[in-house]
T-cell receptor, first 114, second 112 residues
Framework: DGGITQSPKYLFRKEGQNVTLSCEQNLNHDAMYWYRQDPGQGLRLIYYSQIVNDFQKGDIAEGYSVSREKKESFPLTVTSAQKNPTAFYLC?????????????FGSGTRLTVV | SQQGEEDPQALSIQEGENATMNCSYKTSINNLQWYRQNSGRGLVHLILIRSNEREKHSGRLRVTLDTSKKSSSLLITASRAADTASYFCATGETGANSKLTFGKGITLSVRP
């Protein structure tokens, strides 16, 4: 079955550590997105990529970094510069040739600072 | 920045009743989409309505769009306990690099 796989499902980070969240899709979608979800605040866009080897900052990119070396993969690194990283992180993709279609989401990674 | 604002924030109804959720937005859009999220899970795309459309149906879902009022509504008819979830509206920008902007969501509880 085609879809998006996020791993791990739960992740714990110590203060000052960098952690990387994985997002892999086998839908052959061009565009991929990272959102952060906090209680009561909905989804906020961190980074997005419309094509391999290119990505743009979203609304809350500070303290995060991404790469898009392969079409299938769009990992997100939460750096030590992100002061409040505890949140639910969602990865999504969309067929870049069809902007009027919906996003497909992964099942999320819950990150907790310990 | 969040463009879509859903109303109400929470809704509790009895099974079999209809649920109506509203969304307002501020700027011009290419399309408006509704998503559903079960607790602790990813979002699932429900329905998309383009800016030149006024109404769309999918099963028990009906979406309307009024671009003059910059508002949309999602109607779920004959609700079921399994419809209990959070519902988000998301607006799609015009332009080549369009991306979605999500609202804060509506929590729907359907009592059996």
């Amino acid at each position: 079955d085609g879809g998006i796989t996020q791993s791990p499902k739960y992740l714990f980070r110590k203060e000052g550590q960098n952690v990387t969240l994985s997002c892999e899709q086998n839908l052959n979608h061009d565009a991929m997105y990272w959102y952060r979800q906090d209680p009561g605040q909905g989804l906020r866009l961190i980074y997005y990529s419309q094509i391999v080897n290119d990505f743009q900052k979203g609304d809350i990119a500070e303290g995060y970094s991404v790469s898009r070396e392969k079409k299938e993969s769009f990992p997100l690194t939460v750096t030590s510069a992100q002061k409040n990283p505890t949140a639910f992180y969602l990865c999504a993709s969309r067929d870049g040739t069809a902007p009027s279609y919906g996003y497909t989401f992964g099942s999320g990674t819950r990150l907790t600072v310990v | 920045s969040q463009q879509g604002e859903e109303d109400p924030q929470a809704l509790s109804i009895q099974e079999g009743e209809n649920a109506t959720m509203n969304c307002s937005y501020k700027t011009s859009i290419n399309n408006l989409q509704w998503y559903r999220q079960n607790s602790g899970r990813g979002l699932v795309h429900l329905i998309l309505i383009r800016s030149n459309e006024r109404e769309k149906h999918s099963g028990r879902l009906r979406v309307t769009l009024d671009t003059s009022k910059k508002s949309s509504s999602l109607l779920i008819t004959a609700s079921r306990a399994a419809d209990t979830a959070s519902y988000f509206c998301a607006t799609g920008e015009t332009g080549a690099n369009s991306k979605l902007t999500f609202g804060k969501g509506i929590t729907l509880s359907v009592r059996p």
